[in-house]
């Protein structure tokens, strides 16, 4: 047993369906946030949720994924992320140059 998703005029919470809002850019959907009606981001995470990998430079990592996989050193009381656990070994052999780059 299923209900229909059709959207035609009618209003969703944050945003309108068959109505161009004012700054509007998809297809007539104003987002004036980015969670959907349940709470889920659906912009993938924020900023602060992010780091780069002070190895392999330019690997963007979601701290929360990295932490949960242990793929993360303190190193003078400042925390690195890694994008993958070949980039562990590196930075514990010279974790001041590594974290001198970030």
């Known amino acids: 047993m299923g209900h229909d998703h059709a959207h035609g005029d009618h209003q969703h919470g944050d945003h309108q369906h068959g109505e161009q809002a004012e700054g509007a850019h998809c297809g007539g959907h104003a987002h004036s946030t980015a969670t ?15 780091a780069e ?21 303190d190193y003078e009381g400042q925390r690195y992320w ?21």
């Open 36 to 50: 959907s009606p349940h709470g889920t981001n659906l912009l993938g995470p924020s900023a602060e949720e992010l």
């Open 53 to 73: 990998c002070p190895v392999m430079r330019g690997s963007t990592v979601v701290k929360a994924d990295a932490e949960a996989k242990g793929l993360f050193r």
């Open 82 to 102: 890694f994008c993958c656990a070949g980039c562990e070994a590196p930075f514990d052999a010279d974790p001041a140059k590594y974290a001198a780059a970030v």
